[in-house]
């Protein structure tokens, strides 16, 4: 099991797409819902997904969709570019009232 350091070890890696959407015009969180929608199966597809996760936050506007993969499957997810991750990102820069469109990458680790 990789370790970051001594005792911090993980079993899992997660690629984080996120954005905010507006709190006055919930249309800009039901276009980010729809473009997950269409881009679902596939990710749901890549070799390694453990799981896929969607957290909405109505009091701060946070959309965020997080991919969890095994530790080994990660890397040639990583050389595929995260695919449909840019795609994805495009249709949610496009969505009027969306915001803060990012991306982040950490571990995981049921304790």
Not at 2 to 29: H, M, N, Q, Y
Not at 36 to 65: H, M, S, W, Y
Not at 68 to 93: I, Q, T
């Amino acid at each position: 099991m990789p370790e970051i350091t001594e005792g911090v070890s993980f079993d899992t890696i997660a690629r984080e797409w996120r954005c905010k959407w507006s709190l006055e015009d919930k249309a800009s969180l039901a276009g980010a819902q729809k473009e997950l929608d269409a881009i679902l199966a596939q990710t749901k597809a890549v070799p390694g997904v453990k799981n896929v996760q969607r957290v909405v936050c109505g009091e701060c506007g946070d959309f965020k969709v997080i991919v969890a993969l095994d530790a080994a499957s990660f890397g040639e997810w990583e050389k595929a570019g995260f695919a449909p991750e840019a795609a994805f990102l495009e249709k949610l820069k496009a969505i009027k009232g969306l915001q803060r469109v990012e991306t982040q990458t950490y571990t995981l680790m049921t304790m």
